[in-house]
C-alpha cells in the first residue's frame, strides 16, 4: 500500500465551485498512472472484495474502468461497464447519477435478474454515484455481493443509511490544501 498512500500524499489539490479535490491517477488518469501503483491497487481489491461466485464486476465510466479492467483480467471474472450514453438495447436501465459536482443519466446494460456483481469504483466521496448504481442494481434483480472503492475522501456519504458496507483501499480527507491519511487501510 505504500505506492498508493504515497501517491496520494503527492497529489496536488484543485478546486472546483468550492469543492476541494486531489488529482490522482486513480481518479483522474492524471498524472501518468504507473503500472507498479494499478498492481499494488488491483492485489488488494483481490483480497479484499468478495469474489465467491461473482459472476460479473460493474463499474461507472469513467475512472472505474482501467482498474475494473485490470481485476477483471486477475479473476476472469467478465466486466460491465455503466455509461452515461443511452443505448436502447433490450434490459437497459436508467439511472440518475449525481456526485459533489455533477448529475448525469447513466445507463445499465447486461445485468441481469440474479446475477451476483461486485460494484467497483475509484472514490467514494458523496456516495451519490454507488448509491444510484446500487439502488438499480436492485431494481433489476441483481445481488450485489460486495461494495469496493480504492479511495474513500472522508465525510458523510449516501451509503452510510443503507445495507451497503463499503470497503476502501485507503481513506483520506483534504486539510489545508493538502491530502491527509485518515486511515491507511480503509474500511472493511
Given at each position: 500500500m505504500d505506492k498508493l498512500k504515497q501517491s496520494l500524499l503527492d497529489a496536488p489539490i484543485i478546486e472546483k465551485d468550492g469543492y476541494h479535490y486531489f488529482v490522482h491517477p486513480i481518479s483522474d488518469g492524471i498524472?501518468?498512472?504507473e503500472p507498479g501503483l494499478l498492481r499494488e491497487i488491483v492485489i488488494q481489491i483481490i483480497r479484499k472484495a468478495e469474489l465467491e461466485d461473482v459472476d460479473k464486476i460493474v463499474t461507472p465510466a469513467a475512472m472505474g474502468i482501467h482498474i475494473s479492467t485490470a481485476v477483471s483480467l486477475m479473476t476472469d471474472i467478465p466486466l460491465v461497464v455503466i455509461r452515461k450514453r443511452e443505448y436502447g438495447l433490450e434490459g437497459e436501465v436508467a439511472l440518475s447519477q449525481q456526485t459533489g459536482y455533477s448529475e448525469?443519466?447513466?445507463?445499465?446494460?447486461?445485468?441481469?435478474e440474479g446475477d451476483r456483481?461486485?460494484?467497483?469504483d475509484d472514490v467514494l466521496s458523496t456516495g451519490g454515484t454507488m448509491k444510484a448504481i446500487t439502488e438499480a442494481l436492485e431494481h433489476i434483480?441483481?445481488?450485489v455481493a460486495d461494495v469496493v472503492a480504492v479511495i474513500k475522501k472522508e465525510?458523510?456519504?449516501e451509503l452510510d443509511d443503507t445495507d451497503y458496507d463499503v470497503k476502501t483501499l485507503i481513506n483520506v480527507d483534504?486539510?489545508?490544501?493538502e491530502v491527509v491519511i485518515t486511515d491507511e487501510h480503509g474500511d472493511g
Open positions: 498524472p501518468v498512472l448525469n443519466e447513466m445507463y445499465v446494460n447486461n445485468v441481469h456483481v461486485l460494484l467497483l434483480g441483481a445481488d465525510g458523510p456519504n483534504v486539510q489545508d490544501g
